[in-house]
């Protein structure tokens, strides 16, 4: 059984710092990409961020060069590093897994799912 498991998440002031974790487990296959995606109640899910197994990136317009996406294979985890947090980032962040060597913002394209992690952002 394919687990995601975030964390990390939390509140912290306009121009602050935090790094979300997922923890990946049950998963057997090479083929994979990685996302973080956002969202805030009544809009839809939006892709953050995505890296696939050859550690490429790639990044939403409204976070390049703040937010930063890796990974640990030997941990199984991938990070989301967030400097100079803003409001507007304020929302349940979510990493999922999709299935392919491609990666995508597309969240229909993502098979399995963490349960999320809120992140406020106060002005």
């Known amino acids: 059984q394919v687990q995601l498991v975030e964390s990390g998440g939390g509140s912290v002031q306009s121009g602050g710092s935090l790094r979300l974790s997922c923890v990946v487990s049950?998963?057997?296959?090479?083929?994979?990409?990685m996302g973080w995606f956002r969202q805030v109640v009544g809009k839809e899910r939006e892709g953050v961020a995505t890296?696939?197994?050859?550690?490429?990136?790639r990044y939403a317009d409204s976070v390049n060069g703040r937010f930063t996406i890796s990974q640990d294979d030997a941990k199984n985890t991938v990070y989301l590093q967030m400097n100079s947090l803003k409001p507007e980032d304020t929302a349940m962040y979510y990493c999922?897994?999709?299935?392919?060597?491609?990666?995508?913002?597309?969240?229909?394209?993502?098979?399995?799912w963490g349960q999320g992690t809120q992140v406020t952002v106060s002005s």
């Open positions: 999922a897994l999709r299935e392919s060597f491609y990666c995508s913002f597309e969240a229909s394209g993502y098979r399995y």
């Open positions: 049950g998963y057997r296959y090479g083929r994979m990409c």
């Open positions: 890296i696939d197994t050859e550690d490429r990136k």
